[in-house]
């Protein structure tokens, strides 16, 4: 199984940017994309899907984040970034990196692997 490391969550104000950060320890399995989803811990709400980015660079975004969040990857790293403008407080949540979203597609399959999260807060 992959191992998945996210980091550059944080706090920030409403407004503001924060970049994550997902490394991988292998390439995804072909037909399979890199994603970010996020959940807001004890909401009782599913996981959320945010973005997604195929092999080939094309990106899948939620309506939600569609024109402030910017998925991109380096294959030579197997580095997945997602970069977070324009962060308003409903965006807080812990963000999770996953190698398992069906490519062009924000729907995770059944063998995914998911890093441990990263927390991020906006505040008003």
């Known amino acids: 199984r992959a191992q998945l490391v996210e980091s550059g969550g944080g706090s920030v104000q409403a407004g503001g940017s924060l970049r994550l950060s997902c490394a991988a320890s292998?390439?995804?399995?072909?037909?399979?994309?890199m994603g970010w989803f996020r959940q807001v811990p004890s909401s009782g709400k599913e996981r959320e899907a945010v973005a997604a980015i195929d092999s080939d660079g094309s990106t899948v975004y939620a309506d939600s984040v569609k024109g402030r969040f910017t998925i991109s990857k380096d294959n030579s790293k197997n580095i997945v970034y997602l970069q977070m403008n324009s962060l308003k407080p409903e965006d807080t949540a812990v963000y999770y990196c996953?190698?398992?979203?069906?490519?062009?597609?924000?729907?995770?399959?059944?063998?995914?692997?998911w890093g441990q999260g990263t927390q991020v807060t906006v505040s008003s």
């Open positions: 292998r390439s995804t399995t072909p037909g399979y994309s």
């Open positions: 996953t190698d398992g979203v069906v490519a062009g597609t924000l729907i995770v399959g059944n063998f995914a692997d």
